[in-house]
């Protein structure tokens, strides 16, 4: 790779390497296994970019990474099937003199962790569009292209994610989406 190929290749795709991880925390439910898929997306990207064709790079990276985890959950399945455990890495703040700041910490890990309990029940197709969507901030267009599927099957998989989410966090669910 030449070295202007690998300075553009740092400004263009590098930026995104917290989108990356988050997506592949989501989907595998495990921070050292997001890791190292990301650091094999970031490889292959690497070895691939002269098939990068100047589109959007967050979701040309962020579809690398999402087919480095199915390949992942495909290569363990065995190991992950027994899993129940759902792992998540939350930062651990330090003591709290103040006891109303206290109480609002564990509210806030509290509904942190119900959130990635209910994220986890969702299948894996909902809960790649809901984390695309509303945690990345991902327009339609971009989640279509990452997950190779047409924009109205996004649409139609968010709103199904968002219902099913809504379900599962025991919300009310508005019959209009």
Known sequence: MAPSDRERFEHLVLPHLDDAYALAHYLLHDGHDAQDVVHDAVLRA????????????RAWLLSIVRNCCHSWREQHRH????????????????????????????IQSSERDRLHR???????????????RELQEL???QISIITGVPAGT??????????????????PVSEEG
């Open 46 to 57: 690497l070895r691939h970019f002269d098939t990068y064709r100047n589109g959007d790079a």
């Open 79 to 106: 190991t992950v099937a027994g899993r129940t455990a759902i792992h998540t890495d939350v930062e651990r703040s330090p003591e709290l003199p103040d006891p109303a700041m206290a109480d609002q910490h564990a």
């Open 118 to 132: 209910a994220l986890a029940t969702l299948p894996d197709e909902f809960r790649e569009v809901i984390v695309l």
């Open 139 to 141: 327009s339609y267009n």
């Open 154 to 171: 996004v649409m139609s998989r968010l709103a199904r994610a968002r219902k099913r989410l809504a379900s599962a966090l025991e919300l």
